[in-house]
């Protein structure tokens, strides 16, 4: 069964600096990963996947995310972080079949001023 | 165009009373999946369906959780003689089909159980 961990609960970042949130995954054949934002009150939007091809992947609102076989590590990444961008992110496993995700336990980004 | 909607937004009930959640997708979507948000959970899948199969029920914590799914639109979870580790915000989402899909979820409806 697939899993994910994300090992950071809490990030809290300055405005304007840089941001990166950490995801592992575990999972016996090609991942299908996304990256979803929860801001408060919110529904899940997806800001980015990776299904194949090029490893960095391009997502919204100028995060992008890079996929490591090697590490089974996504790692989502953002240069210069908004305050609008003060959320809960979750990173996600699909399997093949695509019928479900599993998802991490989510990384609360704090932006202070 | 409109996304995925979902009502009640918020749901009081006393234990042992059931529930229901009611989930529209965007329209044309033929895939739709519950999930459920808890503090001691995280995200957890409940549910899924695409067109007419049969749903896959693996992630339904127990026989008093069910949902359906009429006319390949609107679903309804139930929920019989809620707990109150029933508690929890319920997600749906659909997508235009299974697989590669991105799945759009709705805002949730937080249900509270007394």
């Known amino acids: 069964a697939q899993s994910v961990t994300q090992p950071d609960i809490h990030i809290t970042v300055s405005e304007g600096a840089s941001l990166e949130l950490r995801c592992n995954y575990s999972y016996g054949a090609t991942p299908y990963l996304f990256w979803y934002v929860q801001s408060p009150g919110q529904g899940l939007q997806l800001l980015l996947k990776?299904?194949?091809?090029?490893?960095l992947v391009q997502g919204i609102k100028g995060f992008e995310a890079e996929f490591k076989r090697s590490q089974s590590s996504f790692n989502l990444r953002k240069p210069s972080v908004h305050w609008s961008d003060a959320a809960e992110y979750f990173c996600a496993v699909g399997t093949a079949a695509g019928n479900k995700l599993t998802f991490g336990g989510g990384t609360r980004v704090l932006v202070k001023p | 165009g409109a996304g995925v909607s979902q009502s009640p937004s918020n749901k009081v009930t006393e234990k042992g009373k059931d529930v229901e959640l009611r989930c529209d997708p965007i329209s044309g979507h033929t895939a739709l999946y519950w999930y459920r948000q808890s503090l001691g959970q995280g995200l957890e899948f409940l549910i899924y369906?695409?067109?007419?199969?049969?749903?896959?029920k693996s992630g339904l914590p127990s026989d008093r959780f069910s949902a359906e799914r009429t006319g390949g639109s609107v679903s309804t979870l139930t929920i019989q003689r809620t707990q109150q580790e029933d508690s929890a915000v319920y997600l749906c989402a659909s997508s235009l089909a299974q697989g590669q899909d991105t799945q759009y979820f709705g805002p949730g409806t937080r249900l509270t159980v007394l």
């Open positions: 369906f695409q067109g007419n199969s049969a749903p896959d």
């Open positions: 990776y299904f194949s091809g090029d490893t």
